[in-house]
């Protein structure tokens, strides 16, 4: 990791993008990945909560480092930045923890096979979360207008994209705080199960690791890929809340990209280490639609004033430090 951040230093100074850093920096975590899959894990075994504590405090520690390598090599503000993109993220990112759990319950994956459809799944969101970013910096550079005035208010800067960003995260945080999600969702009625359906043969059983079996002289698909597709469009679904919601942060795709990856890197060992207790953060959800309706807010109010990145790091930790400790408080007391 060190390697990369060296290889970075000189693109850091003007903060421009680099598809080479960008290239060398997924290369780095693709190899940690496989690392963890093909050194760590070469038998399907369910993962312990040591286990699980151990790969969440690496995940995480490794972000954390790359935030403090970018206050001393960079700047403070470029650190505050990536910091609080990589709190939103790790924030929103939570909800799909909800979404393991009704997945693997749902299709009965055992334990032992779980952390393999995460480990692919994980894998894909690098790649289809690359695609968002970086399209979402470019069609945001040019989507600004020109400087303008509403009466006597003077607007130098507007953009279409960001300002349709606020609108979408503002209704999505109301519409959060008003319907919770149906957690028994018929899953069986999910897009993505349905397309496989439609284009392949399922083979209804677990069929140890295999996404795909033979069957009849045909290829078959198991319910581990079924679970692996419903996980992964979930994913992608999440980010369109998401990732709209740090480019009220920062329209640098070197800090949208690595905060982005590092805060979902670490995801698949926190739902081990949550996942028999996930649901005793009822009022999680309810921090997560606060932090949507402030950002969307923020986003709106961006042509007319700048909301500091330190401020927004404090609101947003302040929310998930509340909304966390009220569901444990409420658990215990009532």
């Not at 909560?49 to 503000?77: C, H, M, P, Q």
């Not at 800090?255 to 996930?278: E, K, P, Q, V």
Request: hydrophobic share 55%; proline share 3%; glycine share 6%.
């Amino acid at each position: 990791m060190l390697i990369y951040f060296e290889c970075c230093r000189n693109y850091f100074c003007n903060m421009e993008l680099s598809y080479i850093s960008i290239g060398i920096f997924t290369l780095v975590i693709v190899g940690l990945l496989a690392l963890d899959l093909g050194v760590f894990r070469k038998e399907d075994k369910a993962v312990s909560n040591k286990e699980a504590l151990l790969w969440s405090a690496i995940w995480i520690s490794l972000g954390l480092s790359f935030g403090v390598y970018l206050r001393y090599s960079y700047s403070e503000t470029a650190s505050t930045e990536y910091f609080t993109a990589f709190l939103i993220e790790k924030a929103l990112s939570m909800d799909n923890l909800f979404i393991f759990v009704l997945v693997f319950k749902f299709f009965n994956i055992p334990d032992k096979f779980q952390h393999r459809v995460l480990f692919w799944g994980i894998l894909g969101a690098i790649f289809f979360r690359a695609i968002l970013i970086f399209s979402g910096v470019e069609l945001i550079k040019i989507t600004y207008v020109p400087p303008f005035d509403i009466g006597n208010l003077h607007i130098d800067e507007f953009n279409v994209i960001l300002f349709a960003f606020g609108v979408f995260l503002l209704f999505t945080g109301i519409k959060t705080f008003k319907k919770h999600e149906e957690e028994n969702a018929e899953i069986s009625e999910h897009l993505g199960v349905r397309f496989v359906k439609k284009f392949i043969s399922v083979h209804p059983h677990i069929e140890g690791n295999n996404f795909f079996i033979r069957k009849n002289g045909k290829i078959a698909a198991t319910l581990l890929f079924l679970a692996l597709v419903v996980i992964e469009l979930s994913d992608i679904l999440f980010a369109l809340d998401s990732i709209p919601a740090i480019f009220t942060i920062t329209q640098d795709p070197v800090i949208l990209y690595t905060s982005n990856i590092f805060a979902i890197l670490g995801l698949r060992s926190l739902y081990f280490l949550l996942a028999n207790s996930i649901h005793l953060f009822q009022y999680l959800r309810v921090g997560l639609a606060f932090i949507l309706v402030f950002i969307g807010i923020k986003m709106l109010a961006a042509p007319f004033y700048h909301v500091p990145p330190f401020i927004s790091l404090g609101v947003i930790g302040a929310t998930l430090l509340i909304s966390i400790s009220a569901s444990l408080i409420v658990r215990k007391y009532y």
